[in-house]
């Protein structure tokens, strides 16, 4: 296991703390990096928001004017929802307080933490273990992943501040075919149904196997050395504004475990990559958006104020989902303020939209 000074890459683990400084100054004078061809995901737009209105906190000016919009609250959309959600097509709901258990003094407010790296290193290292040993059948390019989720995320304000909203029941059915595709799957939430076409760029073939589509064919081939593949990430990772770049790679880690099904050896991998990022705690007591009790690593990114937990089962060590959250007082919120919210309820692989695991399709297919 690595030490817990060490960084995302295996460049920083030479490095010491005046190199880091010197090297964070120098990154922040360089020029924002180009476009890829295909845009992140919606979410990132409303998360540099975010950044910004915490950036200003200490302040004494105003918080950055908000773009153009309608009077009505807008809402902070949830990473995995937008990654393949149509914004025209749904309204997404809110995030309900119900984190991490409160009532200890964790840096990110997440209640009782063990501190220093080792323990969540060890805990990580244990959760590597048990998805090593699961049983999953591969996917075939026809099939579809299905996820069925109980989400929310946080309300945005005009004036910059997030509130609660209500937690909402979320299914997916996500495209595992080769190639670009124009359909990259279904999503029934809040009562609607849409597909999920609105990341295919116009006059496209539509979108490959990656990152921003992770199929169980591309997740197969990531590297399952936990450094080779802490590399890659690192490199796939896109910091928003105001983000630490360990963060970045924490949480794309954390949107491939979501709505997916990969290889038991890439989820091992997954799990002791992120236990070399620095910064991962372990919490002994956290319950998730359904209200099951269980056990989260935790990482605070300090400079933009926030805190994403995930949370697995204490027995089998299952992951149950993430939680993202206000890691102190800020002009958009609360220390605790919930960001977004999910519980994986079900999780399961099908041959056809509509159709659930158990051989069922919905009332309207």
């Given amino acids: 296991m690595t030490a817990a000074g060490s960084g995302p890459v295996g460049a920083r683990h ?61 809402r902070l959309p949830l990473r995995r929802s937008t990654l393949w959600l149509p914004a025209a097509a749904l309204a997404l709901a809110g995030a309900l307080t119900v984190g991490l258990v409160t009532g200890g003094n964790g840096d990110d407010g997440s209640g009782p933490a063990r501190a220093g790296h080792g323990a969540a290193g060890a805990l990580l290292d244990r959760i590597a273990n048990a998805a090593a040993e699961k049983d999953v059948a591969p996917v075939r390019d026809g099939q579809l992943v299905y996820v069925k989720s109980l989400t929310a995320g946080a309300e945005g304000r005009p004036d910059g501040t997030f509130e609660p909203g209500e937690l909402h029941e979320r299914e997916v059915w996500m495209s ?10 279904l999503i029934h939430e809040d009562g609607a149904w849409a597909p999920l076409t609105e990341m295919v760029p116009p006059g496209s073939p539509g979108v490959r196997e990656g990152v921003d589509r992770p199929t169980y ?74 209200g099951r009790h269980g056990i989260a690593v935790t990482r605070v990114d300090k400079k933009a104020a926030t805190a994403t ?11 149950l989902g993430e939680l993202s959250r206000l890691s102190k007082d800020t002009k958009a919120g609360k220390k605790g303020t919930v960001l977004e919210e999910t519980a994986v309820l079900r999780r399961g692989v099908v041959d056809g939209y509509r159709q659930r695991p158990d051989g069922d399709r919905t009332r309207h297919g």
């Fill in 14 to 74: 030479d490095e010491t703390g005046d190199d880091r400084r010197l090297t964070a100054d120098l990154a922040e004078m360089l020029p924002a990096p180009a476009e890829r061809d295909l845009p992140p995901a919606a979410h990132r737009y409303h998360k540099d928001r975010l950044m910004r209105f915490i950036d200003h906190d200490g302040d004494t000016g105003t918080a950055p004017a908000a773009d153009p919009a309608p009077a009505r609250t807008r």
């Fill in 217 to 290: 064919r591309w997740l197969a081939t990531l590297p399952t050395d936990p450094d080779a593949l802490l590399r890659k990430l690192d490199g796939l990772a896109e910091p928003g504004e105001g983000q630490e770049r360990d963060q970045a790679v924490f949480e794309l880690i954390g949107r491939l475990l979501g709505e997916t099904v990969m290889p038991p050896e890439t989820a091992s991998a997954l799990y002791r990559a992120a236990a070399r990022i620095p910064g991962v705690t372990r919490t002994e007591d956290a319950v998730d958006a359904a």
């Fill in 309 to 319: 937990s995930w949370i697995f089962d204490k027995r089998s060590l299952a992951y």
């Fill in 176 to 185: 595992q075919r080769r190639g670009p595709v124009e359909k990259l799957g």
